[in-house]
């Protein structure tokens, strides 16, 4: 496949942020419905679960949430308590069930919990760092045993820009041998990607270099100021819609699939380009509510956000409304994760956006975005507060000229 390099001008991101869209628009795309979707009830059950298996990792990543380091910790799960929790995840029939680190190789039994996992009927995912850990035989052995998916990090085009990334030379040359790897294999790859000032210009050289790579999806997250990460890395607004407009025109010629993490105000940006399209009478990409890929993995439907379809258990058994949001709702060796997700005051007020502040508290999206609350909590001390990174004014607080 030829890529052709996307670049979107600057007025025309302005000008699909800040046009009104009309009640029928809004209708037409399901805005004034007030669930989440009609298919999946985030009061339930998450849509997504992420175990922190441990916090140990081989590499030193610039923007670690988890300020991980080489030594594992003395209050991981145990395997018991790491079987209970996976006997949990499956009984509530969760649909996406991660298992990340720090690395999830530096814990010996990793191959027998992913065992587990996957006889319980778990569809498991590992994002394993790229480290000498990650042989050939240790990504056969993890399909073996079960993995639906793999993810792996990647951050640039080059050694240059991924290396300072992550903190250890030679990296990226890992990172690549496992992709190549893990599809000689017959395993399905993700790559994820984070967003920053060290690789904001790197964006189309890093595409082209992954329509070589054979992967099913993109998954492009945008930074959190929180662990390693630092304030000075973050992307202003202006540049979010820029690299959004980017995202959705490639969206429609990849040869994977692209979903973002921790930009839910992307939905914004593509309900208001879709609603331009129909308007003018051009073709737009299907809107299915959850989509399954060719590895059986669904995608998550939309108004997905940090609690709300969401949750994340730290290696000690913290519950987390993400790994981005680093406030507790309770500890599963304490009580289960479904009483946690279902009843936690936390978890509670953040799905209910008439919780939310600013912009975000009057927005005519905010069913289908509802900005990140953890960049909210991360940048202004108040996970309710609007979302510090969006250009869109809503049609609630915009003056008439």
Known sequence: MTFVTISAPRDL?????????????????GMDRGEATPHFDFNERPFIVIWETTQACDLV????????????????????????????VARMRVPVFVLTGGDPLKRPDIYELIGY?????????????????????????LKNAGVARLAVSLDGSTATIHDAFR???????????????????????????????????????????????????????????????????????EEFEEVFARLYELSHRAPFDIKTTEAQHYRRYVAMRRAEERRRNLPTASQGQIRVSMDDIARAPRGINDGKGFVFISHKGDVYPSGFLPLSAGN????????????????????????????????EFREICGGSRARAYALAGDPFAEE?????????????A
């Open 167 to 237: 903190g250890v030379r030679g990296s990226y040359e890992w990172t690549l041998r496992a992709v190549r790897w893990a599809r000689e294999i017959g395993s399905p790859v993700q790559i994820n990607t984070t967003i920053t000032r060290r690789n904001l210009k790197d964006m189309d050289n890093l595409v082209q270099l992954l329509v070589t790579l054979d992967i099913f999806l993109w998954s492009v997250f945008f930074l959190v100021p929180t662990g390693r990460g630092q304030v000075s890395d973050l992307v202003d607004a």
């Open 332 to 363: 599963i060796r304490q009580q289960s994760l479904q009483e946690i997700y279902r009843h936690s005051p936390l978890f509670l007020g953040l799905r209910d956006t008439s919780n939310l502040k600013g912009k975000c508290g009057v927005c």
């Open 117 to 141: 996992a996957a006889r319980q009927g778990a569809r498991v995912s590992l994002t394993p760092s790229a480290t000498p850990l990650l042989t050939y035989e240790a990504l056969g052995n």
């Open 61 to 88: 990543c610039a923007h670690c949430r988890a300020c991980a380091q080489p030594l594992r910790s003395p209050e991981e799960l145990s395997r018991a308590e790491a079987e209970r929790l996976i006997d949990e």
């Open 388 to 400: 510090p990174r969006c250009v869109y004014e809503p049609k609630a607080i915009m003056v008439p």
């Open 13 to 29: 991101s302005h000008s699909i942020a800040r046009r009104r869209m009309s009640k029928y628009e809004q209708g037409d795309l």
